[in-house]
T-cell receptor, first 110, second 115 residues
Framework: GQNIDQPTEMTATEGAIVQINCTYQTSGFNGLFWYQQHAGEAPTFLSYNVLDGLEEKGRFSSFLSRSKGYSYLLLKELQMKDSASYLCAVEPYNFNKFYFGSGTKLNVKP | EAGVTQFPSHSVIEKGQTVTLRCDPISGHDNLYWYRRVMGKEIKFLLHFVKESKQDESGMPNNRFLAERTGGTYSTLKVQPAELEDSGVYFC?????????????FGQGTRLTVV
């Protein structure tokens, strides 16, 4: 099977920075994805990393280290609307499907 | 442009009954995927269509589940007969190309409750 681990829940303050970690142990690796999901809504794409390093997209950045099987999602200048679940997903080999972690529920408080 | 739409949004059925879930992908997306999230667990892959062909159905739990995509447009997922453990949220996603080449878009999901 594929082991993808991320914290269950995190709490941060509006305006702050939060880092959500994801570790994975998969048979082969073809890319790592982060999705955001508000309660009752569709997961929406945030980022995709295939090479080591940092990908920045506005207030959100995602980092990947393939040798360590590690990624993180960095959210800056937190807003209340960032309260959601953040899903880490991996595509092993060339399977063209996601293997998801259980998701991290982020609570942003005033 | 409409996103991925799923119907119904909620379904409550009794054990032993049949339920059919529908997914309308984004127009022009050849790739259609079904995923499921059982309570307290991660979202898990069920199967993948390319147009009307089943590319990968390795995640289908058992033969009570039947997925179709006639004509390569919308897809249905039928559960017959439903069991208690089938309760969960069923997500559909679509993409124009492979998920590493193009973005995969998800629907809001169908929450299935089997009582």
């Amino acid at each position: 099977g594929q082991n993808i681990d991320q914290p269950t829940e995190m709490t941060a303050t509006e305006g702050a920075i939060v880092q959500i970690n994801c570790t994975y142990q998969t048979s082969g690796f073809n890319g790592l994805f982060w999705y955001q999901q508000h309660a009752g809504e569709a997961p929406t794409f945030l980022s995709y990393n295939v090479l080591d390093g940092l990908e920045e997209k506005g207030r959100f950045s995602s980092f990947l280290s393939r040798s360590k099987g590690y990624s993180y999602l960095l959210l800056k200048e937190l807003q209340m609307k960032d309260s959601a679940s953040y899903l880490c997903a991996v595509e092993p080999y060339n399977f063209n499907k996601f293997y998801f972690g259980s998701g991290t529920k982020l609570n942003v408080k005033p | 442009e409409a996103g991925v739409t799923q119907f119904p949004s909620h379904s409550v059925i009794e054990k032993g009954q049949t339920v059919t879930l529908r997914c309308d992908p984004i127009s022009g997306h050849d790739n259609l995927y079904w995923y499921r999230r059982v309570m307290g667990k991660e979202i898990k892959f069920l199967l993948h269509f390319v147009k009307e062909s089943k590319q990968d159905e390795s995640g289908m739990p058992n033969n009570r589940f039947l997925a179709e995509r006639t004509g390569g447009t919308y897809s249905t997922l039928k559960v017959q007969p439903a069991e208690l453990e089938d309760s969960g949220v069923y997500f559909c996603a679509s993409s124009q190309d492979r998920i590493t080449n193009t973005e995969a878009f998800f629907g809001q999901g169908t929450r299935l409750t089997v009582v």
